[in-house]
Structure formats: C-alpha cells, structure tokens
C-alpha cells in the first residue's frame, strides 16, 4: 500500500497537482517551438495517448511570442521552459502559458525575478523550479553530496520565491544516476510542502532508459514521493506518455488502458505464444478500456492468470481454453484463438 505524501495542491489550467489529485503524466514537445504547425501537431498527438502536461522550450523571443498561436489550439496546459532571459518568462507569461519553468536564481537582477513573479502572481501561474545535476552552481559548498548540493540549489530558488510571497511552486530534482535522483527527491521531501515533479533525465533512448526510469521514478512513487511525472527518453514524446502510465499502472497508481499478462513460454509451449501475444497486444495498444488480458502457455499457471483476467487464454497442444471473467466459456482451435479473443475484447 502506498502512502502518498502530502502535498500542497497547486493548479495548472484545468490540472490540480498535488495533495490527492492523480499522479499526472507530462512531456516536452521536441519541435521547434517556433514552428507552430508542428508544435500543435504534435501536442495533440501527445493528447491523444494521454499527455496531461506538456512543457515547450524557449530559446528566444519567437518561441515566446509562437505561444500565443498555440495555446488556443490545444487542451492541455502548456508549461514555457525559460532559462535566465525575464523577458522571455514575461513574454510567455502574457501569451497565455499555464506555467512556468524558471529557476529564478538564474535571473540574476533582483528587480527581473520581481517582474516575473509579480506576473505569474497576478495571473495565478505557478513556476515550477528544476535543478538539474548536470547544471549546479559553482559555488556550492564542496563537501556536500551531488544530491545535498541539488537540494541547496533547489532552497536557494524556493526562498527567492518565498521571499516574494509566491507559493505556487513545484520542484524538479533530476539526475541521471538513479541514486543520485532518489537520495536528493527523499531529503528536499521532508523541507518543503510543495509538489514534486519527478524524473530521471537524460536516460537515454528507450531500452535502456525505459529501465533507468522505472527504478528511479517507480522507487520514488513507491516512497509516495512525486505528483507528476515524466519519463525523459531520446525517443518521440509519445513512448515517453506510454512509458509513464505503464510505470503508473505497474504501482496501481492509474487505470489507463489495458494490461497483458504473458507468460515468458518455456518447454511446457505447445503453441506459438510469442506471436500470440504480439497479436493481442497490437489490439489492445488500439483501445482504452482499463481492462486485465492473460495470454498463456500450458496448464499450469495459464487457467489461475487467466481466471484473474477480464479476458484470458490458456494454451493446450493444439487449442486453448478461453476464459471471461474468471469462466470458461470455450474451448477453441489454436488457429481461431486469437480472434475468439479479440471478439471477445471488443464486445467487453
Ligand atoms: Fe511455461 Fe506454462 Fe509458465 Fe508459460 S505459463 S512459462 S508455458 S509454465
């Protein structure tokens, strides 16, 4: 059982972050932001296969003013990602963006980090502070930790904030050494209130990153640590969406989409369960009913995983037992198997 930490609650757009609400699921665009055609193209993709947050990067003053041709166009919040420039923080901030991420220690002139927060503040846009290990400050001390310096970082901003009487503020720790990650997300959890965006960044592409993210973030949730989540992977941002509610729904955490159960087959196979489940799960990747499918190899676990399934197969030599809601309901020729389970699926 997991006991999620107890958060402020913050709002971004139509989004509540933290306390009780969902563990929400965001992304980065990888287009040019100052190509809006395919900005949009591409947020409503990541919408489609359940994005709830995406985040654009600024680099100059064209991206800023492409926000306002974008925001109109999509449902999800957009979070405008700034470094150092106030001006372009502004400029995003009056196109309309739902969020900030901006560490304002980076500003550097007192009076700019005032004239954002003052307009996030009049607004009601929270600002979401990211340390990155990669990126620390010089002048920390050295004999603090990578992970206790990310976190001197991280207060360093939050006080900035704090002293300007804003407290929509959500916090970012990421590294890309999961212990590193964990060690820092766990001591800034105990300092402060606020919501906590959890990643590992920079993993790499996905088969090795996909595994580096789920140890890091799925180690953190199961700490009740997080309130929104991305996995970073050098992939298109919708393997980054997939990956994160299958991490999600791995700790019972979110119902998105059905789950395939598959055994891993072994000598007991009589049937080709590989390709098998390959077809099933083609099928299933085309619909979103939260439900449980088991594709099974022989008698020994494949009638108890398939009785625990909505819907599940358990494989014999040349045929197979098709389960519904814990029933047997046929018994049908290897060839037909897979469609008897399918029209099954759709008719659920
Ligand atoms: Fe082997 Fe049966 Fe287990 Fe599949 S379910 S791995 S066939 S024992």
Redesign the pocket.
């Known amino acids: 059982m997991i006991t999620r930490r107890q958060s402020t609650e913050i709002r971004l757009g139509n989004l509540t972050i933290g306390g009780s609400a969902p563990i929400s699921v965001q992304s980065m665009t990888k287009t040019d932001t100052r190509n809006i055609p395919a900005t949009i193209a591409q947020i409503k993709e990541l919408e489609e296969c359940g994005c709830e947050i995406i985040r654009l990067a600024i680099p100059d003053m064209e991206a800023a003013s492409a926000l306002k041709s974008i925001r109109p166009k999509v449902k999800i919040p957009i979070v405008a990602d700034i470094h150092f420039d106030y001006r372009l923080a502004l400029a995003s901030l009056s196109a309309g963006v739902d969020g900030l991420r901006l560490n304002p220690g980076n500003i550097g002139d007192p009076e700019r980090v005032k004239a954002v927060v003052k307009s996030a503040k009049e607004r009601e846009i929270p600002i979401r502070i990211g340390v990155n290990a990669g990126s620390l400050p010089k002048d920390l001390p050295p004999e603090l930790t990578i992970a206790q310096k990310m976190v001197k970082a991280a207060m360093g901003h939050i006080k900035i904030l704090e002293g300007l009487d804003f407290g929509l503020i959500k916090v970012s720790l990421k590294a890309f050494d999961v212990p590193t990650t964990i060690e820092a997300y766990t001591q800034i959890a105990s300092l402060i209130p606020y919501p906590l965006h959890v990643g590992i960044t920079e993993t790499g592409t996905p088969k090795t990153g996909l595994v580096r993210s789920a140890v890091g973030i799925g180690n953190l949730l199961y700490m009740g640590i997080g309130d929104t989540i991305r996995v970073s992977l050098t992939a298109p941002p919708h393997e980054e969406v997939f990956a994160a509610y299958e991490i999600l729904k791995s700790l019972n955490l979110r119902q998105r989409g059905p789950i395939l159960v598959s055994?891993?087959?072994?000598s007991?196979?009589e049937v080709d369960?590989v390709g098998i489940a390959s077809r099933v799960q083609e099928a299933l990747n085309k619909i979103d009913k939260p439900i449980r499918v088991a594709v099974?190899?022989?008698a020994?676990?494949?009638p108890g995983?398939s009785k625990e399934a909505d819907l599940g197969i358990a494989c014999g030599k040349g045929q197979g037992l098709l389960f519904r809601k814990g029933e047997k309901i046929a018994v049908v020729p290897e060839d037909e198997l897979v469609d008897a389970l399918l029209r099954e699926i759709a008719s659920l």
Request: glycine fraction near 14%.
């Open positions: 055994c891993p087959t072994c007991r196979t369960i099974m190899g022989c020994v676990n494949g995983e």
